[in-house]
Every structure is written in structure tokens, then in C-alpha cells.
């Protein structure tokens, strides 16, 4: 529901009755993950996708129908080897989906309003569902925050509230969305209900050290991908606002201090573009050893292999070495600032959700990924055009 928060949050301002269709569980091939959502309002305007078209006609009316009798409802979608007409995912996956109505004066709006809210101002919070129990719990929600305070009650049952309280925590900390089984009364030894958590974090951040063409292109690429990305560079003549008119940050700064002194985590994306020593080795020596996403520096073979002797003699372990991978980004004869920058995000996106880069047509892996919202931390060091 969070990828349309947007839209949605414009909606509860407006004071729009309206029902949420949410993917709340995928198996096989389907065209989109646990979490997106399809909304209908009362006027019948729909925003969002659950499947990239297969099914949003029968979702649709699943909509409609829950903003008429109230009722929030769980249905099953996936292919038919019976009837290849009917209502399904053609392309052999299944996916379950929550229906949710949010009238105006729904009790538990408010937690929607909250949550939608704090999507749309980029804070973390998670929004816990009930997507399998007691008619009277499903669609049932809380809003938790990283430091565990929560908004709403599931009526009744405070065990229960703490307990996935607890639980929606923990995977909001760690950025995944994902279900959990736990009993009504809260007890993680029993199993009678599932409970859906949806986390919004700050987009993640890309930095680019290096104020050069490549790295405007890049910055570009960074951005429509949804990272908030930095440029740093210790020259102020060529890190400028002119230069970089889509970087959310400008720092003027030595880069390895600014990487020491900022802050960074398992979503980080480093991209060094100076392939120059001075500004690469104290740079990589910081970078090596913080728990990243993935961090590529660029540079010819030759600079690679000078910038590997010069971290061996500054201490770098195998281990922290073995993190290297080189060239970065997907061999696509890239030549141009923004075919480089393409093949530099194609490889960070492989890397993040355990992609193998190469042809689909060639390859018999699956075509949608589960990663469990896990980083791989690849580094990879690009030849220079």
C-alpha cells in the first residue's frame, strides 16, 4: 500500500471514502511483489497495480464491492490450467490479496492517515496488518515506529498488540516487509493468525565521490531509481550546483572523511569515480570495512591493480579485499557517460536483489528474485572508457 502513498494520503486529506487491495503474499512467477496495491474510491477512480494488469479488473470490483458491505476480504489469484480464460495470472504465479475498506469514518482510518503520512515525509514506520484469523481481526492494523511506539489496538487483545508491536519492529529496523505467524493471544508458540508488515524507510542513499561527466550521468540514473543521492568531491570548482542540478547534496569535502563522519547503512550505495589515489585509498580503506550495499570505484585494469597493492599495504583483509569485484557494472559496451552510468546501476541492481546479469532469453533462473529484503554488499572497481 505504500507505493501508492502519495495518491493515497491526497485522498484521506480530501476526506475520500475508498478500499486498498494489497498484495500480501506471492509464489511463483507473478509481476509484482508483497506490497503493492490497487485503491478504489467511492466515484470509482483507481490508482496503483497488484499485477501489472492480469487481474486488476477482478480486484477492482473486489474493491467496490468491500467499500459497499464493509467488509475487509482476502482472495486467491493465480493461473487456471482449467480455464486459461478465467480470471488469473497468466504467467504461472499466485498471489494473495488483501481488501480493505477505509470509509471517512472508519475507526482505524486514523492509522492509515498516520502511516501514509509518514510515508509521504519519508520517516520510517511500519504498517502491521491482519491478513489471515477471525473475520472480526482481518485488515485489523497498527502503525509501529522504529522506536516502538505504535498508534492503534486490535481490540481487546494487548497481548497481541505488544507482541507485534515487537515483531513489526524488528523487520521495520531492518527495512524488509514481510508476514509473521503468532496466536490471537499474542503467543509465538501457537499459530491462528498472520500478520502482514509493510516498512516504509528514508530512500536509500547513493554517493557519488567524484565531480565528473560520468558522474552527472549517474546521478540522473541514482535518482530515477529512488536513491537520495550525494556528490562529494574536494574540489569546489568542479563540485557545484550548475554541474549537478539533481543531486539532493553538494558536499565540497575530502571524500574519506566525509564517508567517516556521514551517515551510511545497509542500503548505501558508494560509487567512486576519481581513479586517482589520493582520494581513492584513504576513500576505499573506510568504505571496505562499513557494512554497504555495494561500493564501485572506477579506473583502468592497471589502476586497479595499483589501487589493490596500496590497500593490501594499508591493512585491508582478504576478506574486506574479497568484497572487490571488477569492473563494475554489466558489460554492455557502454562508452557513453550515460551508458556507463546504466551499466554501473544495472549491476547495483543484480547485486542487490541476486540477479546474475545475464540474458534472460539465456538463462533458466528465476525471472523475479526473492532476496528477503537483504543486501548482498558487492563492490566492483569499472575500466575506464
Known amino acids: ?43 470509482g477512480t483507481a490508482i496503483g497495480s497488484v499485477s501489472g494488469g492480469c487481474v486488476e479488473g477482478a480486484v ?32 504461472g504465479g499466485v498471489i494473495d490479496v ?21 510515508a509521504v515525509q519519508g520517516e520510517a514506520a ?3 496488518r491482519v491478513v489471515r484469523g477471525p473475520a472480526e481481526l482481518l485488515g485489523k492494523a497498527l502503525l509501529v515506529r522504529p522506536d516502538g511506539s505504535y498508534e492503534g489496538e486490535f481490540g481487546g487483545h494487548p497481548d497481541l498488540d505488544r507482541t507485534v508491536v515487537l515483531e513489526a519492529r524488528s523487520l521495520l529496523n531492518a527495512g524488509r516487509t514481510d508476514t509473521f505467524d503468532i496466536a490471537e493471544n499474542g503467543s509465538r508458540c501457537e499459530v491462528g493468525l498472520t500478520l502482514f508488515v509493510e516498512s516504509n524507510m528514508p530512500p536509500p542513499r547513493m554517493i557519488v565521490f567524484g565531480a565528473i561527466d560520468f558522474a ?15 556528490v562529494c568531491d574536494a574540489r569546489p570548482v568542479f563540485a557545484t550546483r550548475a554541474r549537478f542540478p539533481d543531486a539532493d547534496d553538494i558536499i565540497v569535502e575530502w571524500p574519506h572523511r566525509y564517508l567517516r563522519r556521514t551517515e551510511t547503512d545497509a542500503r548505501t550505495v558508494v ?11 584513504p576513500l576505499l580503506e573506510v568504505a571496505l570495512r562499513l557494512p554497504l550495499a555495494f561500493v ?9 591493480e595499483d589501487r589493490d597493492r596500496r590497500l593490501r599495504e594499508a591493512g585491508l583483509t582478504e576478506r574486506e579485499l574479497a568484497r572487490l569485484h571488477s569492473p563494475i557494472g554489466l558489460d554492455l559496451g557502454a562508452r557513453t557517460p550515460e551508458e556507463t552510468a546504466l551499466s554501473i546501476a544495472a549491476e547495483i541492481i543484480a547485486a542487490r536483489q541476486g540477479g546474475t546479469g545475464v540474458p534472460l532469453s539465456g538463462s533458466h533462473t528465476p525471472i523475479h528474485h526473492d532476496t528477503d529484503g537483504r543486501e548482498s554488499g558487492a563492490v566492483g572497481v569499472q575500466v575506464a572508457a
Open 126 to 128: 511500519a504498517l502491521a
Open 216 to 230: 552527472a550521468a549517474l546521478v540522473r540514473v541514482g535518482k530515477f531509481l529512488g536513491y537520495h543521492v550525494t
Open 98 to 118: 488483501l481488501v480493505t475498506p477505509i470509509p471517512a469514518d472508519a475507526p482505524g482510518r486514523k492509522v492509515f492517515q498516520a502511516v501514509l503520512s509518514a
Open 271 to 281: 560509487c567512486v569515480l576519481t581513479h586517482d589515489a589520493k582520494f581513492d585509498i
Open 60 to 91: 477492482y470490483d473486489l474493491c467496490a464491492q468491500a467499500l459497499q458491505d464493509g467488509e475487509a476480504v482476502r482472495e486467491r489469484f493465480g493461473y487456471s490450467d482449467e480455464d486459461a480464460f478465467a480470471v488469473g495470472l497468466t504467467c
Open 296 to 304: 564501485g570505484a572506477m579506473g583502468s585494469r592497471r589502476t586497479h
Open 1 to 43: 500500500m505504500l507505493d501508492i502513498a502519495d495518491e493515497l494520503n491526497r485522498w484521506v486529506e480530501e476526506g475520500r471514502d475508498f478500499a486498498v487491495a494489497t498484495v500480501v503474499a506471492v509464489s511463483g512467477s507473478a509481476p509484482r511483489g508483497p506490497g503493492a496495491a490497487l485503491a478504489v474510491d467511492a466515484d
